[in-house]
């Protein structure tokens, strides 16, 4: 079993929709991480979250530590909002990254 | 600030032969990591530095080499390509560690095929 779980691995859906992607851990983490990786391979870092939740723009990322379980959600999805979404988790100390497999998000317009 | 640039963006190698890739970050970070992503898989650690001179294994380590003789630059190595190392390739960087990690940089990466 991976330490970090994504769901779903794809997910199309029409533009305008509510989007929500999901991330299970299995270990202690001090924070956990929300990325993007475009079509075009490029990786940018979303959110480093440790508790509740943070907005920018129409994303949205939640975390409940107790249930080892993050959600990142995209509000009045848009086509150039197709990407894959990554999640990652890190703990105190450790200077690593463990990675989930990724979301491919497409929004069909 | 260019952040962190890759060179070589695409190379294609036959199996036996030996390449570089380059990592160079111009925001004085103290972290440096190289990642290899294959389809189906998360990004997978190859090798780390903590900082200048320093360099540790991480989850991949078998078939690569590594080298941060200058804080900017991090090397990664192949002495004998297979073409179980095609892959994309990717470097980061992230600042000093203060608390939990902070979020990486990425570079654009690197496509690499060995034929």
């Known amino acids: 079993k991976n330490e970090v779980e994504q769901s779903p691995q794809n997910l199309t859906a029409q533009e305008g929709e509510f989007i929500t992607i999901n991330c299970s851990y299995s270990?202690?983490?001090?924070?956990l991480h929300w990325l993007q990786q475009h079509p075009g391979g490029g990786i940018v870092s979303l959110f480093m979250l440790s508790s509740g939740k943070k907005k920018h723009g129409r994303l949205i990322a939640t975390i409940n530590i107790q249930e080892k379980h993050s959600s990142l959600h995209i509000t009045a999805s848009h086509p150039r909002d197709s990407a894959v979404y990554i999640c990652?988790?890190?703990?105190?100390?450790?200077?690593?990254?463990?990675f989930g497999t990724g979301t491919r998000l497409t929004i069909i317009p | 600030n260019a952040g962190v640039t890759q060179t070589p963006k695409f190379r294609v190698l036959k199996t036996g032969q030996s390449m570089t890739l380059l990592c160079a970050q111009d925001m004085n970070h103290e972290y440096m990591y190289w990642y290899r992503q294959d389809p189906g898989m998360g990004l997978r650690l190859i090798h780390y530095s903590v900082g200048e001179g320093t360099t540790a294994k991480g989850e991949v380590p078998d078939g690569y080499n590594v080298s941060r003789l200058k804080k900017q630059n991090f090397l990664l190595g192949l002495e004998s390509a297979a073409p179980s190392q095609t892959s994309v390739y990717f470097c980061?960087?992230?600042?000093?560690?203060?608390?939990?990690?902070?979020?990486?940089?990425f570079g654009p990466g690197t496509r690499l095929t060995v034929l």
């Open positions: 990652a988790v890190s703990n105190f100390g450790n200077e690593k990254l463990t």
């Open positions: 270990v202690g983490i001090s924070a």
């Open positions: 980061a960087s992230i600042p000093i560690l203060s608390g939990p990690l902070l979020s990486q940089f």
